[in-house]
């Protein structure tokens, strides 16, 4: 494929030689609506509509690791780059060892990632459950929580293998997360969580 630009020929890069740098240059430069997050799953990129519900749990998930660790250790919406093919993610909460640090281009590394909690979109679900929890095991994410709004639940992801985890625990809404086990070391209290 060719594309002409001023009087010039520039040969397109192929999809081997796309780079997660190159596609979030060209997401900076597309008029992505505002209230919107841009991911990259697997190449491909996804936007989801930001809820009011989506941020509300977000927001409480932050305050209970609040209780225990600094702000400097909790994220929320940054990239970060996950192993697998193309894999920029934004988580919805992420929190880092106390001893992270950034890479060479100034990004926050995946294997300094402890603790990721993603609230589902109907739109993108499907990667919440599928490619991202496979990439959050095999970057060795200690726990991974999906909060469910459309169904009130959430499930709690542990001890990473390859590309799975080992252990899975169900908890519906209103119900605590013991995630003291973990690098989070909170009790999550959900009843204040809506539903969608």
Known sequence: MT??????????KSDDERTLDDMFE????????????????GG???????????????????EHLRTEHPRTRIKSDIRIDFPGD????????AMLRADAGKNAKGQWRHQDVEFVAEVISRSTGM???GPKKAAYAAADVA??????????????HTQPKGEE???????????AIDLTGTPAGIQLDTSAFPRD
Not at 26 to 41: C, Q, S, T
């Open 26 to 41: 060209g997401l900076e430069r597309m008029p992505v609506p505002e209230g919107y997050k841009a991911e990259i799953v």
């Open 3 to 12: 594309v002409v630009e001023s009087d010039r020929i520039h040969m397109a």
């Open 86 to 93: 193309l894999n920029g993610f934004a988580p919805d909460v």
């Open 143 to 156: 726990a991974y929580l999906i909060v469910d709004p459309y169904i009130g639940r959430c499930v709690l």
């Open 165 to 175: 985890y080992t252990v899975e625990a169900r908890f519906d809404f209103g119900e």
């Open 44 to 62: 491909h990129i996804f936007m989801s509509p930001q809820r009011d519900t989506h941020w509300e749990i977000i927001l409480d998930i932050v």
């Open 127 to 129: 990667n919440d459950y």
